[in-house]
């Protein structure tokens, strides 16, 4: 089973720009589609960005035009570029990941593996 690590979490001001990382070890993750969640505070847990084994990609509406989802499969890792940070996406960020993955729902059920969560903070 795969192992996931985020990072890449931190403090910024509105409006601008973190990188988040989702690396893995002990597989491949070319072989996963990866989904990208976050939980605020008193909120639900809500996907956010997916990529499948294909490399079609998906976002939540709220993040479309300022998220971008990436793999790179040389260094086992999967990015959320992160920009025009606002107050509210503030959360905690965990990647998932399902083997074989070739849709991109965000449905939580369909990813086996979670890493522990990167805490991003938007504020001034």
């Known amino acids: 089973q795969v192992q996931l690590v985020e990072s890449g979490g931190g403090l910024v001001q509105p409006g601008g720009s973190l990188r988040l990382s989702c690396a893995a070890s002990?597989?491949?993750?070319?072989?996963?589609?990866i989904g990208w969640f976050r939980q605020a505070p008193g909120k639900e847990r809500e996907g956010v960005s997916c990529?499948?084994?294909?490399?079609?990609?998906y976002y939540k509406d709220s993040v479309k035009g300022r998220f971008i989802i990436s793999r790179d499969n040389a260094k086992n890792t999967v990015y959320l570029q992160m920009n025009s940070l606002k107050p509210e996406d503030t959360a905690v960020y965990y990647c998932?990941?399902?083997?074989?993955?070739?849709?991109?729902?965000?449905?939580?059920?369909?990813?086996?593996?979670w890493g522990q969560g990167t805490q991003v903070t938007v504020s001034s």
């Open positions: 998932a990941a399902e083997l074989g993955g070739w849709g991109t729902s965000l449905n939580p059920f369909r990813f086996d593996s």
């Open positions: 002990g597989s491949t993750l070319a072989s996963y589609a």
């Open positions: 990529i499948s084994v294909y490399d079609n990609k």
